[in-house]
């Protein structure tokens, strides 16, 4: 069974930086695109950033493009999300899913599995 965990959520100003894990287990991680998502409350899920099972391409949301990067050590399993100048608006849960059917690397249908989430809070 395929476990996806994220980690290092948690409440910082507007303007920090946070880095963000995603720790992978049950299938062989690095065959898959790995994406985040985030949900804030009332709001659909929408893409942030994904990256190939090579790590050659990677993919933004234009929210974020210039402040966020999104890289992976498949050695350890795991995809990390870098974010800095961080904004009030970057306020959601944050979730990674693993892209199972190789569909579209920013449409959260094309992903098989999904952690927990972790709440990630910027204040202003």
């Known amino acids: 069974q395929v476990q996806l965990v994220e980690s290092g959520g948690g409440l910082v100003q507007a303007g920090a930086s946070m880095k963000l894990s995603c720790a992978a287990s049950?299938?062989?991680?690095?065959?898959?695109?790995v994406g985040w998502f985030r949900q804030a409350p009332g709001k659909e899920r929408e893409f942030v950033a994904a990256?190939?099972?090579?790590?050659?391409?990677?993919y933004y949301a234009d929210s974020v493009k210039g402040r966020f990067t999104i890289a992976r050590d498949n050695a350890k399993n795991t995809v990390y999300l870098q974010m800095n100048s961080l904004k009030p608006e970057d306020t959601a849960v944050y979730y990674c899913?693993?892209?199972?059917?190789?569909?579209?690397?920013?449409?959260?249908?094309?992903?098989?599995?999904w952690g927990q989430g972790t709440q990630v809070t910027v204040s202003s």
């Open positions: 049950g299938r062989t991680f690095s065959r898959f695109t």
């Open positions: 899913g693993q892209n199972g059917s190789g569909g579209t690397a920013t449409w959260a249908p094309a992903y098989d599995y």
């Open positions: 990256i190939t099972w090579s790590g050659g391409r990677t």
